[in-house]
């Protein structure tokens, strides 16, 4: 059976052994993403949680924000992007699935719950040992010819 008689509908009716790693159904694309508003969500931990993050700041203490794909899936990118900004946040750590979904994101434009794990993660671990070394290289280069200069 050839690519071409496989369409995206009957793409879940093939096993995982047998559906091409080239279909693909994006269920999330980046515009999920929410824009920065005020919002009125409250909960009583807010404040303690609030004020130990301002104390952590004004001591120059670590602040470790850790989440999974799930925060990345709800579109909070820009929240978590001002809060670094904004010094309220020194460290993000993330499942992987969140590496994942942020990469893809990132790079496509798209994501999905339906994906095979280990072709993703291939797919994404080569490119970003790609991009670490094309970056080596660039660095490399810059500190070889400032020196030369």
């Known amino acids: 059976m050839g690519q071409s008689s496989l369409s995206l509908k009957n793409c879940f009716k093939l096993s995982k052994q047998t559906r091409p790693p080239q279909i693909r159904i994006h269920d999330l694309d980046i515009s999920i993403i929410k824009e920065l508003q005020e919002n009125s969500f409250s909960h009583p931990s807010f404040d303690t949680i ?7 700041k004004k001591t120059g203490a670590a602040i470790i924000l850790m ?11 820009r929240y978590i992007i001002d809060l670094m900004e904004q010094g309220y946040i020194t ?19 798209a994501t999905t719950w339906r994906c095979f794990a280990l072709i993703i993660w291939n797919r ?8 670490i070394r094309m970056n080596a290289e660039l660095l490399a280069n810059l500190i070889i010819t400032s020196r030369l200069a």
Request: a positive charge.
């Open 67 to 77: 989440l999974g794909g799930h925060v990345v899936r709800s579109g909070t990118q």
């Open 91 to 109: 460290c993000l750590a993330m499942n992987g699935s969140g590496v994942i979904h942020d990469f893809e994101l990132a790079l496509i434009g």
């Open 124 to 131: 994404c671990l080569c490119c970003i040992v790609q991009k």
């Open 50 to 56: 609030a004020a130990n993050i301002k104390n952590a």
